[in-house]
């Protein structure tokens, strides 16, 4: 079974990409989810890719997904990389665009994608061997089965990210009747197999309602098939073409999270528990403890949240050097995706 890795990347400091951003933002005049966080690069995509190759050799192709900006270190002629600029697979009424929804909702559209893909941001790296069963096995999505409520936070950070979950949870219980799915798939998710036992008391409780209350988040790479994303966009299409015809995060957007949903929603999926997977972190002024864990390797994968602190210029270049020599010392040598 093929698998590929698709990753998307914006190099949030190029002058020609803030001009025209800034320019879409006066036209649109409202209210947008446009806070420096979204677009800002530590540096460390080198050692992402470098990462892949190491404890995933088994990646078929790598989709590197970016509006046309390439590091200037990268080896555009390696075999095993796929260049995908936004116009070559998003319909051309969705473009330019500055909201990562648009983007991940037309993955499928890549030419050339494999059918089974395992799609990261740009902040969550490999940092031990992982194998294919980590994320597929027998074809199917490997995900923790995990009921858990939505917990509005208020939080300027995650207003428009409250809205954007309630949506997503809209649309699973508009399409499957919740009671009926778990029972379908009893041992996923009421069985002990890949579950603390906190979870599983959640799970049997959550369970009761008439209704998905929402699912666990790992902020983590997450196996998708290109199947669920053509059923999603069947079912469901007049919402995601509204979503992508907006050039910012909006309040009434889904997120491709709803692939991951539709798939625990139906069943299709095998339970793993979420502590096998790796954890998420953010970044901020205190970054020693994060460098420690990336140099012990301490996780097989990790995701490393921008910082929702204020960062001066001189803020900024500590933490990030302070990063990058915690990844050289775990992976120093250069991949055959760097010249």
């Not at 299709?268 to 012990?296: Q, T």
Request: aromatic letters at 12%; charged letters at 25%; one cysteine or more.
């Amino acid at each position: 079974m093929d698998i590929d890795i698709v990753v998307t990347w914006v190099d949030g400091s190029d002058a020609g990409w803030t001009c025209e951003k800034k320019k879409w933002q006066a036209e649109i005049g409202a209210k947008v989810d446009d806070g420096a966080e979204r677009y800002r690069d530590w540096g460390l995509l080198k050692y992402w890719f470098r990462g892949v190759e190491r404890f995933a050799p088994w990646a078929r192709k790598v989709h590197f997904v970016t509006c046309g900006q390439r590091p200037h270190w990268l080896d555009t002629a390696c075999p095993k990389l796929n260049l995908v600029d936004h116009a070559d697979y998003m319909p051309e009424c969705y473009l330019p665009t500055f909201s990562s929804h648009p983007i991940e909702l037309n993955l499928h559209r890549i030419e050339g994608l494999a059918e089974h893909f395992v799609y990261f941001n740009d902040d969550m790296f490999l940092l031990r061997p992982v194998g294919e069963d980590l994320f597929f096995r027998d074809g199917r999505p490997v995900h923790p089965a995990r009921l858990h409520a939505i917990l509005p936070v208020d939080d300027g950070n995650r207003e428009i990210m409250n809205h954007i979950y309630l949506n997503m949870m809209t649309v699973i219980n508009r399409n499957f009747e919740s009671k009926a799915s778990i029972a379908a798939n009893r041992s996923k998710w009421l069985g002990p197999r890949g579950k603390s036992f906190k979870e599983l008391a959640m799970n049997i409780f959550n369970a009761q309602h008439n209704g998905f209350i929402g699912f666990g988040d790992e902020h983590l790479p997450v196996p998708i098939t290109k199947s669920t994303m053509s059923e999603v966009w069947e079912k469901e299409g007049r919402l995601l073409d509204e979503t992508c015809m907006r050039k910012f995060r909006d309040a009434r957007d889904v997120s491709q999270y709803l692939f991951r949903y539709w798939d625990l929603a139906s069943g299709n999926f095998v339970p793993i528990d979420a502590r096998r997977l790796g954890k998420r972190y953010m970044i901020s002024s205190e970054i020693r403890p994060i460098c420690d864990i990336v140099c012990e390797q301490q996780h097989p994968m990790i995701c490393l949240n921008d910082m929702n602190e204020p960062c001066t210029d001189e803020m900024y270049e500590g933490i990030r050097k302070a990063l990058t020599d915690a990844f050289e010392a775990v992976l120093p040598e250069k991949s055959s995706f760097e010249i």
